[in-house]
């Protein structure tokens, strides 16, 4: 199916460990980006990639990496988990100006 | 640096009445301005956007939004608030000649009492 999937769509993980959460879109958008929604402050942009091993850090990349070797993969690791990267993690895609199309997000528990 | 404003946390509206979600923004140059309206366990679904042109847009559901230069706003609005309508709305800008990033607002969420 066409469209923009996250995965896990829910993660409980402990402080320390490495977590990588997965994001793919079959349109083959140029652009991919990974956002972070918290209570009080919106969205937050984490990383984004203008193309295949293309990126750039947006407001909050620290404690992020992002890799992007295919056009349709956008995966995020959390290096060493801490509970401040409790969060809602979105992905979202676009290929024009106008507007981004977001997957339905990964809810990630750090304990 | 390019910011979007959204003064209002909450806002209450009687169902059937008009709604407006407010939205100020900062951009050098000229604006691409979105909304965004993010559903309970869900993702933010696109619901309208101004490029260019009649100031005035509608969009999905029913809603529209003005663009307003002089004041900077993009106001989204709706003539007769459904209870479905409850949720969270994200105002967005990009400015027209810097590159794809969006930045959003920190969301406003609309209740609509039956």
């Known amino acids: 199916d066409a469209g923009i999937t996250q995965s896990p769509r829910y993660k409980i993980t402990e402080t320390g460990r490495q977590v990588t959460l997965m994001c793919h879109q079959t349109w083959s958008h140029s652009y991919m980006f990974w956002y972070r929604q918290d209570l009080g402050h919106g969205l937050r942009l984490i990383y984004y990639s203008a193309a295949a091993d293309i990126t750039d850090k947006g407001e909050v990349p620290d404690g992020y990496v992002v890799s992007r070797s295919k056009t349709e993969n956008f995966p995020l690791t959390l290096e060493s988990a801490t509970r401040s990267q409790t969060s809602v993690y979105f992905c979202?895609?676009?290929?024009?100006?106008?507007?981004?199309?977001f997957g339905s997000g990964t809810r990630l528990t750090v304990v | 640096a390019q910011s979007v404003a959204q003064p209002e946390d909450q806002v209450n509206v009687a169902e059937g009445n008009p709604l407006t979600v407010k939205c100020t923004y900062s951009v050098s140059g000229n604006p691409y301005l979105f909304w965004y309206v993010q559903y309970p366990n869900r993702g933010l679904q696109f619901l309208l956007k101004?490029?260019?042109?009649?100031?005035l847009v509608k969009g999905s559901y029913g809603f529209e939004a003005e663009f307003n230069k002089s004041q900077t706003s993009f106001h989204l609005k709706k003539p007769s608030a459904l209870v479905s309508d409850s949720a969270l709305y994200f105002c967005a800008v990009r400015a027209l000649n810097r590159d794809d990033k969006i930045i959003f607002g920190k969301g406003t969420r609309l209740h609509i009492l039956p």
């Open positions: 101004y490029i260019t042109g009649d100031n």
């Open positions: 979202a895609s676009s290929e024009s100006l106008y507007g981004y199309t």
